[in-house]
């Protein structure tokens, strides 16, 4: 198993990509402390984990608490015995443009995903630091970190945000030996996600409107990826397989940033 021994924190596990990347860390070896603001995602999350096999624990946790994020990396270290990966995934969405979106709620979201990561990132640092562990920190990104949307102005801005404090971090955090990167997702199938949610004892959803299905037509591999692609790629920035990769930002984002934007059906339009 690649991550025998290894410990990860993971915020934002839904059944969508943080449940995905969490059951996969899981199914490499990690201990997986599943953290969401939603007590259910979290419960649930563990609770799959558990039952196949893996150890997990769920926790409800506001990201912007600061004393809820300190109780919740001292609690994975008394359980585990230390922490050595994070994954920072917590996120809130809003579909709103410059022109309609009041103050108040770009705050609320530019905050949750920025200032949340930040958080979680220092404090579990921080106790890999007095572990004396070698780390791995995660933040997900997104492809409009890298692109604008014009009607998710906070959204765009938080995670491009996200892009370079993965950078900063991992130059303060390099001396202690802790790695810091971001992972690039785009638009996600959400057939496995249904799954997920159904594995976990939830009802199924309708998808066949969903408009990840229909843009996904468009990525250059013509279809999205699915949570256990970008799974796969936090295994490998999580394992000591990646141990000099750091300060980068790693792309499953199936072609969709290096197309130009002229570019249409196999010809230029």
């Known amino acids: 198993m690649r991550l025998k021994g290894k410990v990860a924190i993971i915020t934002g596990t839904s059944p969508n990509i943080g449940g995905g ?9 990690a201990g997986i402390m599943c953290v969401d603001a939603d007590a ?6 563990a609770r799959y984990i558990e039952k196949s096999g893996g150890k997990a624990i769920g926790r409800q946790c506001n990201v912007l608490d600061e004393a809820q994020v300190k109780e919740v990396v001292r609690e ?7 922490v050595n990966v994070l994954v920072n995934g917590a996120v809130k969405y809003n579909l709103k443009g410059l022109l309609t979106m009041p103050m108040s709620e770009f705050r609320e979201q530019v905050d949750l995903i920025l200032t949340g990561a930040f958080v979680f990132t220092k ?21 409009e970190a890298h692109q604008g949307n014009p009607q998710n102005v906070a959204y ?9 404090m993965a950078r900063a971090n991992a130059m303060e955090l390099v001396q202690y030996g802790i790695r810091v990167n971001s992972l690039t997702p785009t638009a996600t199938d959400p057939t496995e996600s249904v799954d997920r949610a159904e594995r976990w004892g939830r ?3 309708d998808i066949t409107n969903h408009l990840a299905l229909k843009r996904g037509k468009l990525l250059p591999t013509g279809k999205p990826p699915s949570p256990s692609d ?15 990769v750091t300060g980068t930002d790693m792309r499953v984002d199936a ?5 130009y934007w002229g570019w249409g059906e196999g010809t230029l339009s």
């Open 21 to 29: 990347i969490a059951e996969a860390l899981a199914a490499e070896g």
């Open 40 to 45: 259910a995602n979290a419960n649930d999350c």
């Open 76 to 82: 994975t270290v008394r359980a585990f015995g230390k």
């Open 123 to 143: 404090h579990t640092a921080q106790a890999m630091i007095d572990g004396k562990e070698r780390g791995s920190i995660i933040h997900l990104a997104s492809t």
């Open 156 to 164: 765009c801005t938080a995670k491009a945000g996200i892009l370079n």
């Open 203 to 205: 009802p199924r959803w």
């Open 230 to 244: 970008y799974g796969y790629a936090a295994v490998y920035l999580a394992s000591d397989e990646s141990r000099f």
């Open 255 to 259: 072609g969709a940033i290096a197309r």
